[in-house]
């Protein structure tokens, strides 16, 4: 008789993999790395959507099962789990509210928050939070909307400052709100906003103008914005901001997202102004996450939905990937890039179809990242790697 518990335990834990890196003359090194297939909950496949590093050793995963027990936020479930041992293995899943539970932030001291749904809520949402590093969520407060009125819809990860005993003294998030009538012809409005209080209240509201643009394909000049993403703050104070970036207007045809890319913004006056936008990945890559290590590069990690480079389609290859900055997020060596998962899709009836999405990373004490991503016909995909120093 096959004993479930030691099976799954040798199914889902860690497993040989290779990570590769771009040796800036067009070929790849290898390197080692870990990798495992997230346990389904029930039937479901799990899609990870968050990961803590918490001051109490552990991480926190949060995730969604689209379980469709209720047609409420798409049927999706918002599921938790907790490893004691650097995620090789994680607890059984604890179904905690519904929706996708996006911008996880760990407010320090066994207080964490998420936001239930995102742009997936039907009307609005609620951050969510937790004082038992992860145990209970009986806190849920309305999310604050945009000084428009409109809902601010965010994916990716915060800001988080703190103080000497690791405690979040203040967050910031960028975000987006939408035209009315909305159509992929366009500008989403990307916006940004900072709490002094977990996120209960929000301030300082702005829509940059910097992370506006404009393209024009085929005679027609279309206005172009940014929307979700990522903040870090750089060792020397700087910060950086990786934003998804609308559409060219060469892809405005398909109505589809997939086409959308990553842009990097950068504010030396502590989010008071914003450089222009730098168009790094310029479509088929986005849900940036951003992290700093402890030698203080930064690592920014997104998910390749499709391979487009030079303006087509380079490969059939999904997953994801990462690029490493050594001077606070000035430059991002494109010759240099991560491909930290990788695997070959094509459906000749849309070529363009999503089967990869949502991403979210963490650094470890050790220097090496844990990745979380959804690998969609096989459900969430846990990677464990370390960025060349």
């Given at each position: 008789?096959?004993?479930?518990?030691?099976?799954?335990?040798?199914?889902?834990?860690?497993?040989?993999?290779?990570?590769?890196?771009?040796?800036?003359?067009?070929?790849?090194?290898?390197?080692?790395?870990?990798?495992?297939?997230?346990?389904?909950?029930?039937?479901?496949?799990?899609?990870?959507?968050?990961?803590?590093?918490?001051?109490?050793?552990?991480?926190?995963?949060?995730?969604?099962?689209?379980?469709?027990?209720?047609?409420?936020?798409?049927?999706?479930?918002?599921?938790?789990?907790?490893?004691?041992?650097?995620?090789?293995?994680?607890?059984?899943?604890?179904?905690?509210?519904y929706?996708?539970?996006?911008?996880?932030?760990?407010?320090?001291?066994?207080?964490?928050?998420?936001?239930?749904g995102g742009?997936?809520?039907?009307?609005g949402?609620?951050l969510?939070?937790?004082?038992?590093y992860?145990?209970?969520w009986?806190?849920r407060?309305?999310?604050?909307k945009?000084?428009?009125?409109?809902?601010?819809?965010?994916?990716?990860?915060?800001?988080?400052?703190?103080?000497?005993q690791?405690?979040?003294?203040?967050?910031?998030?960028?975000?987006?709100?939408f035209?009315?009538?909305?159509?992929?012809?366009?500008?989403?409005?990307?916006?940004?906003?900072?709490?002094?209080?977990?996120?209960?209240?929000?301030?300082?509201?702005?829509?940059?103008?910097?992370?506006?643009?404009?393209?024009?394909?085929?005679?027609?000049?279309?206005?172009?914005?940014c929307?979700?993403?990522?903040?870090?703050?750089?060792?020397?104070?700087?910060?950086?901001?990786?934003?998804?970036?609308?559409?060219?207007?060469?892809?405005?045809?398909?109505?589809?997202?997939?086409?959308?890319?990553?842009?990097?913004?950068?504010?030396?006056?502590?989010?008071?102004?914003?450089?222009?936008?730098?168009?790094?990945?310029?479509?088929?890559?986005?849900?940036?996450?951003?992290?700093?290590?402890?030698?203080?590069?930064l690592?920014?990690?997104?998910?390749?939905?499709?391979?487009?480079?030079?303006?087509?389609?380079?490969?059939?290859?999904?997953?994801?990937?990462?690029?490493?900055?050594?001077?606070?997020?000035?430059t991002?060596?494109?010759?240099?890039?991560?491909?930290?998962?990788?695997?070959?899709?094509?459906?000749?009836?849309?070529?363009?179809?999503?089967?990869?999405?949502?991403?979210?990373?963490?650094?470890?004490?050790?220097?090496?990242?844990?990745?979380?991503?959804?690998?969609?016909?096989?459900?969430?995909?846990?990677?464990?790697?370390?960025?060349?120093?």
């Open positions: 008789m096959i004993d479930k518990a030691k099976d799954n335990l040798e199914i889902f834990s860690w497993t040989e993999h290779r990570v590769f890196v771009g040796d800036g003359k067009g070929g790849y090194l290898s390197l080692p790395a870990e990798y495992q297939f997230l346990p389904r909950f029930g039937d479901a496949k799990v899609v990870p959507f968050g990961l803590a590093k918490m001051d109490n050793g552990e991480i926190l995963l949060l995730g969604a099962a689209k379980t469709d027990r209720t047609t409420f936020q798409n049927g999706e479930e918002t599921v938790a789990a907790i490893s004691g041992d650097g995620g090789a293995t994680w607890s059984d899943y604890q179904a905690i509210g929706g996708r539970p996006v911008m996880l932030t760990d407010l320090g001291g066994g207080t964490l928050s998420y936001n239930d742009l997936m809520a039907e009307s949402s609620s969510c939070f937790s004082h038992d992860g145990r209970t009986s806190e407060v309305p999310l604050a945009a000084p428009d009125g409109k809902d601010f819809c965010s994916e990716g990860n915060p800001l988080v400052d703190r103080d000497a690791g405690r979040a003294t203040r967050i910031g998030w960028t975000g987006q709100t035209p009315d009538n909305f159509s992929f012809d366009k500008a989403i409005c990307g916006c940004v906003r900072w709490s002094n209080d977990g996120g209960r209240t929000w301030e300082n509201h702005s829509w940059p103008d910097a992370w506006k643009w404009q393209d024009t394909y085929e005679g027609v000049t279309y206005e172009r914005g929307g979700e993403g990522a903040m870090v703050r750089a060792a020397n104070g700087w910060i950086i901001a990786a934003i998804r970036t609308d559409m060219l207007g060469k892809y405005i045809k398909y109505h589809y997202d997939n086409f959308e890319g990553t842009g990097i913004s950068i504010s030396k006056d502590d989010g008071a102004t914003w450089s222009p936008v730098e168009h790094l990945l310029e479509a088929g890559r986005m849900h940036a996450n951003l992290l700093r290590l402890p030698n203080n590069d690592v920014m990690t997104v998910i390749r939905r499709l391979d487009i480079r030079g303006g087509k389609l380079a490969s059939y290859r999904r997953g994801c990937d990462a690029l490493v900055s050594h001077d606070h997020g000035q991002w060596n494109l010759d240099r890039m991560y491909i930290l998962d990788d695997w070959s899709y094509n459906n000749p009836a849309q070529w363009y179809e999503c089967v990869s999405g949502h991403l979210y990373s963490t650094s470890l004490d050790d220097g090496s990242v844990l990745t979380a991503y959804g690998h969609y016909p096989n459900g969430g995909v846990l990677i464990k790697w370390r960025p060349k120093t």
